[in-house]
């Protein structure tokens, strides 16, 4: 029988997300042991202790279906930012919810602004729903705000901001995003993607949420993948004004974040003594990175999440191939639109000094022509 059934036309041809190589998968392919993982923006640093406390005291009500409304959680996350219950969604990892975002506001005849190098899903979830996609050039790494206002028109539904960016990690700052705010038209709605917000220390960094009472039209998305180290059990969630957050309930799935996850992001967030030792860690690891490869002759963008993006000034496939050989796996620039570069997770004391070893050996072996 020839295979006649087809899918709805806005699916054909998408690409598809290729995530980093898996440990396992390196240690088998290349015959190596000792392999670290710098491609995903994990934390390294693991969770906090109280997590695996609270998951271990959870294991019993597996055959519950989890709180649908996730109640606990949506109250513990009001009191830790002082807003409303009501403010609150959580979905599957913040992955979830805009997918949810690109199901509510989009389809055929509407538009979506973004930046041309930024987090991948924006994109496809917005193709998926026919929309028309408005993809802005980036500058030295930032969203260009100016050029999205003038992108805007009537049939602009929404406009994606990743703060920081994902995969340069520079920021919009508090003034650039104010004013922005106060130019976009009502009908528009603005994501706030801070997935990285626990990390940045710069005081120039936008305090969202309390643009929500000026700004009806933002919502903020945050995730416990990140800082938080839970980015096995997927449970992110966003802030906004309620009106905007019905449609994403109406059409999110029932019991979208399983149990065990909700028991994990209620002890992570309890524990902000762990928050503040990964963020001060990071920042030691970042600039070691960052005077290491100076002495290399590389750059990279001024990053306030937990990775930079160095340009190799190079095609930065052969060297990604080489440090996998050596059992070191990042991000190849290649993947995410900016060929010359590679992106690399801020690990561990003992994991930086290791890939900026591999990284000087594999640039003395491949010296520029």
């Not at 994501?191 to 903020?220: G, M």
């Not at 967030?269 to 960052?290: K, T």
Request: with cysteine; net charge negative.
């Amino acid at each position: 029988m020839t295979l006649s059934i087809r899918p709805k036309p806005t699916v054909i041809g998408l690409p598809m997300y290729q995530p980093g190589k898996p440990i396992k998968e390196v240690q088998r392919e290349y015959g190596l042991r000792d392999v670290i993982k710098l491609a995903s923006n994990e934390n390294p640093f693991g969770c906090s202790p109280k997590v695996k406390e609270a998951i271990q005291q959870a294991l019993d009500h597996l055959p519950v279906y989890p709180d649908g409304a996730f109640r606990e959680l949506k109250q513990a996350l009001a009191q830790f930012y002082q807003i409303g219950e009501e403010q609150v969604i959580v979905g599957n990892g913040s992955d979830e919810i805009v997918e949810l975002i690109a199901r509510a506001y989009l389809q055929p005849g509407t538009e979506t602004i973004m930046a041309d190098i930024t987090f991948p899903r924006y994109k496809t979830n917005a193709q998926i729903e026919g929309a028309d996609v408005i993809e802005i050039p980036s500058r030295e790494g930032r969203h260009d705000l100016t050029e999205m206002l003038k992108a805007v028109t009537d049939k602009t539904r929404v406009i994606w901001i990743c703060n920081p960016n994902n995969p340069t990690g520079c920021i919009v700052t508090k003034a650039e995003f104010s004013a922005f705010l106060s130019q976009v038209p009502a009908h528009v709605l603005v994501v706030a993607d801070e997935a990285y917000y626990e990390y940045v220390v710069d005081e120039a960094y936008p305090d969202s949420l309390s643009l929500l009472r000026e700004y009806p039209n933002l919502i903020v998305l945050r995730t416990f993948s990140k800082i938080y180290g839970l980015a096995a059990l997927r449970v992110g969630y966003a802030i906004a004004h309620p009106e905007v957050l019905d449609p994403l309930h109406r059409v999110r799935e029932p019991f979208n974040v399983n149990h065990l996850a909700q028991v994990a992001a209620l002890a992570a967030l309890s524990d902000q003594d762990f928050v503040r030792h990964c963020r001060a860690q990071n920042r030691e690891g970042m600039q070691l990175i960052q005077e290491r490869i100076q002495k290399m002759n590389l750059t990279a963008y001024p990053s306030e999440a937990n990775f930079l993006l160095i340009d190799l000034k190079r095609p930065a496939g052969p060297v990604f191939e080489a440090l996998l050989r050596q059992g070191i796996i990042v991000r190849s620039g290649e993947a995410l639109g900016i060929p010359t570069t590679i992106r690399v997770t801020i690990g561990t004391r003992e994991e930086n000094l290791r890939f900026l070893e591999a990284l000087e050996s594999v640039l003395e072996a491949r010296p520029l022509s």
